[in-house]
């Protein structure tokens, strides 16, 4: 029974993960997050610290989902976005439990994840020729080595400095995972309606 009830689990996250739909959510949400973070007027260190946090909570929530959801990938590449969905939710919980984090700190923080989060990327696009929306994933991963190396080179980053930086990567980031979820859901489609032809 237990093990009925642990792979009926899996099966479910599998389903939600790989519908296109749960990747757009994803991408509007980090988009979102960005977007407001750059508009939000005299914005403190309190809440750049929270609102970046949640946004790395759910994108945790999203790698570890992914984990399960890829069907088309290696055994190594599910622990890999396992273990980066583990470190997104840490580096989340830890920035919004300890709200009075240095910019330093924050920024160290999110210079380590965003190149964890790049070489994964970049190491699922390689690895994994066939997968939908390729080419986007050795972009994002190589934007974002990029990115958290600009916050890791610059400790002495002001609070402005790195709301402007993250929110701009952010919007970066969620706009593209839409283009991906788009693509998705058009190359389903496209091979819906072949099978149709087919049959």
Avoid: C, K
Avoid at 20 to 41: C, D, E, H
Avoid at 85 to 111: E, F, M, Q
Avoid at 179 to 191: C, D, E, M, P, T
């Amino acid at each position: 029974m237990q093990t009925y009830t642990a792979s009926g689990a899996a099966s479910a996250l599998g389903r939600l993960g790989g519908h296109w739909g749960w990747l757009l959510g994803f991408g509007v949400m980090t988009a979102a997050a960005g977007l407001a973070a750059l508009v939000w007027p005299g914005i403190t260190l309190l809440e750049t610290a929270i609102l970046f946090g949640v946004q790395l909570i759910v994108a945790g929530i999203y790698r570890l989902v992914a984990a399960f959801a890829s069907t088309d990938v290696t055994a190594a590449t599910r622990v890999l976005l396992a273990l980066l969905g583990i470190l997104s939710l840490v580096v989340g919980l830890y920035a919004i439990r300890h709200v009075l984090l240095t910019i330093v700190a924050l920024g160290l923080l999110l210079g380590i994840f965003w190149v964890a989060n790049g070489v994964i990327e970049l190491f699922t696009g390689i690895s994994h020729r066939n997968m939908p929306g390729r080419e986007w994933r050795l972009v994002m991963g190589t934007l974002s080595i990029l990115a958290g190396v600009v916050l890791l080179a610059i400790p002495a980053i002001s609070l402005v400095t790195l709301v402007v930086l993250v929110s701009i990567w952010l919007i970066v980031f969620g706009v593209m995972e839409i283009s991906v979820a788009l693509r998705i859901r058009s190359g389903r489609r496209s091979l819906a309606g072949h099978s149709d032809r087919m049959s």
